[in-house]
């Protein structure tokens, strides 16, 4: 008996276009029986899962970091597992759970991988899979135009880091975790739920998706090189090494800021401080090697 998938495909996302073709024809060869709903925007992902939950057996969707997280409350929903073609620039998400960026590895994991339930983070009634953050990151965030990702891939994270750097002016924020407050002066606070984002950087040397915490550094730094000394500890998660990082660990988090700061969530500037964060343990199944 063949397995019934919604496949959800963003057009838009890097290689959405180019792949989906070729997504339809291995899936179908793997023995998927695909529905796949008339064209359709990332914001109205989740109302299409819901629509058709009864109809299937899981949900496979193909795109970025973004495309994941426009069907999250969907998925939630209707508790369908999910299947993960990482057509997008960074795929932080497939990164997290190891799952490939070659098409046909990723059908592969699709067919014959292994359920695992993750986690989700939670701030101000949006859900997100790798990470929240406020400060630097909304400024990368806000240089980063779909254009811009789509001609110079993850690197564009890094042309985009360069310009927001120089914009970069320090605020001051209270952090309440494990009850105790702390006052901090800093250029950006991350939370992360996952353990990658932005393009490979790692939320925090131990971080996974299913270890029902959330990792929580700031950067208070005075100095825009001390960004640059600092970058390679953050793609291997080692930054809290350094003096002017903070770093803490807690089921639920909350940010106040003096004036109103906008959060990105996976990518996307969702919400904005005062914030508060937790964790959702094990909220969703996920199809991973």
């Keep these: 008996m063949q397995t019934r998938a919604l496949l959800l495909v963003n057009r838009h996302a890097r290689r959405g276009q180019a792949d989906r073709s070729r997504a339809i024809a291995q899936l179908r060869e793997a023995g998927f029986a695909l529905i796949e709903p008339p064209s359709h925007s990332p914001h109205s992902l989740s109302e299409i899962i819901r629509r058709y939950a009864k109809q299937v057996d899981l949900v496979i969707i193909g795109g970025g970091d973004g495309t994941l997280n426009a069907a999250i409350d969907g998925l939630l929903d209707t508790q369908l597992p999910l299947g993960i073609l990482p057509l997008g620039t960074a795929n932080d998400l497939a990164r997290t759970l190891g799952i490939p960026t070659a098409l046909s590895d990723a059908c592969e994991v699709i067919k014959n991988g292994r359920s695992e339930r993750i986690d989700l983070g939670?701030?101000?009634?949006?859900?997100?899979?790798?990470?929240?953050?406020?400060?630097?990151?909304?400024?990368?965030?806000?240089?980063?135009?779909?254009?811009?990702?789509?001609?110079?891939?993850?690197?564009?994270?890094?042309?985009?880091?360069?310009?927001?750097?120089?914009?970069?002016?320090?605020?001051?924020?209270?952090?309440?975790?494990?009850?105790?407050?702390?006052?901090?002066?800093?250029?950006?606070?991350?939370?992360?739920?996952?353990?990658?984002?932005?393009?490979?950087?790692?939320?925090?040397?131990?971080?996974?998706?299913?270890?029902?915490?959330?990792?929580?550094?700031?950067?208070?730094?005075?100095?825009?090189?001390?960004?640059?000394?600092?970058?390679?500890?953050?793609?291997?998660?080692?930054?809290?090494?350094?003096?002017?990082?903070?770093?803490?660990?807690?089921?639920?988090?909350?940010?106040?800021?003096?004036?109103?700061?906008?959060?990105?969530?996976?990518?996307e500037i969702t919400t904005s401080t005062p914030a508060c964060f937790r964790v959702i343990p094990k909220a969703l199944s996920v199809l991973v090697p």
């Design 122 to 267: 939670w701030v101000n009634g949006k859900h997100f899979f790798n990470v929240a953050s406020l400060g630097f990151s909304v400024k990368i965030t806000q240089q980063l135009s779909r254009e811009v990702k789509r001609r110079w891939g993850v690197l564009a994270y890094a042309i985009a880091a360069c310009q927001g750097l120089l914009r970069s002016v320090p605020f001051s924020a209270e952090i309440h975790a494990n009850g105790e407050p702390l006052q901090v002066r800093i250029v950006q606070i991350a939370i992360g739920n996952g353990r990658h984002y932005g393009g490979g950087m790692t939320v925090a040397a131990d971080a996974a998706i299913d270890d029902q915490r959330l990792d929580l550094y700031s950067l208070e730094i005075e100095h825009w090189w001390q960004m640059i000394a600092l970058l390679p500890n953050m793609h291997s998660g080692t930054h809290s090494s350094w003096s002017f990082v903070r770093s803490l660990s807690s089921q639920a988090i909350e940010v106040k800021t003096h004036r109103s700061h906008s959060i990105n969530t996976d990518g």
